[in-house]
């Protein structure tokens, strides 16, 4: 991202309300983030969790006028599904991810909030304009809805027969991590429209929860990591690794159809 701004000096350029909300926010976090993210940004972050509110969720644009593309910043109580949802929302607005970072903070009211960042690209239509104001209320409203609906719209037809099957090898891995309950699953594969969702729907069909991850595009190919719990929040043990990676695999090398007899990712 560039020049990268310290910390301390956004803090001090801010009123004593706003630096008490980003010192707030920034505690919060985890250390991963301030491993991707410069002041600038957090800032912009930190605004955007706190104009959340009540809300069940929000989002905003964030990187605008940097020279760069603009990402989105999605905040919502963090919940088994939710990445699915967001990447259901994304694609039902003609939205591919490109690149995607995906954190779990605990608020000060002890709520676990999720605190996701997006940087997309149109999809199915001709124009190559990058994401804007204007793109963001369509993007909260959609989501809101399959949030709030377990019989929300599906993911278009012309979508899942955007996913098709790869022609190099899909690796699948994972990584434990002796600091922590959760386990890191490392995906590579040919990248596609719709492979984010695949993947994050068959996680979610099979019980587990996205606590981070890291979405990366190289070229032609997608280099992801996927922190993952049980739904009940305690580590993954035995076969749930084999039957997990399975369901990975599937998703990714097949069509995808969403998890059976839901309806919706």
């Known amino acids: 991202s560039g020049s990268r701004a310290p910390f301390g000096q956004t803090h001090r ?63 919502a109580p963090d919940a088994p599904g939710l990445l699915a949802a967001i990447s259901a929302a994304l694609m039902l607005e003609d939205l591919d991810v490109t690149r995607a970072d995906a954190y779990t903070r605990r608020t000060p009211s002890g709520q676990y909030e999720a605190v996701d960042l997006f940087w997309v690209r149109r ?81 979610f069909a099979e019980g587990i929860q996205i606590v981070g991850s890291r979405i990366r595009t190289h070229g032609l190919r997608v280099h992801d990591r996927f922190d993952l719990v049980d739904a009940d929040g305690s580590a993954i043990t035995g076969t749930r690794r084999q039957r997990i990676e399975l369901a990975v695999l599937v998703a990714v090398d097949g069509p995808f159809h969403g998890p059976a007899g839901s309806g919706r990712p």
Not at 18 to 36: D, G, I, V
Not at 148 to 166: D, F
């Open 13 to 75: 350029r801010a009123g004593p309300a706003a630096r008490s909300q980003l010192r707030s926010f920034l505690t919060s976090m985890p250390a991963r983030y301030f491993e991707q993210v410069d002041a600038a940004q957090a800032k912009e972050h930190a605004r955007i969790v706190d104009e959340r509110g009540q809300r069940p969720v929000h989002a905003g644009l964030f990187g605008a006028g940097t020279g760069g593309p603009p990402g989105i910043c999605v905040v």
């Open 123 to 203: 999809a199915f239509v001709e124009s190559a304009a990058p994401l804007s104001e204007a793109d963001v209320p369509a993007i909260a409203s959609t989501l809101t809805e399959l949030l709030s609906h377990p019989g929300a719209p599906s993911v278009p037809a012309r979508a899942t027969l955007a996913i098709t099957p790869g022609t190099a090898e899909t690796s699948v891995r994972f990584t434990e991590n002796l600091d922590s309950s959760w386990l890191t699953l490392e995906l590579e594969s040919n990248d596609r429209t719709g492979l984010l969702l695949a993947v994050t729907a068959a996680l």
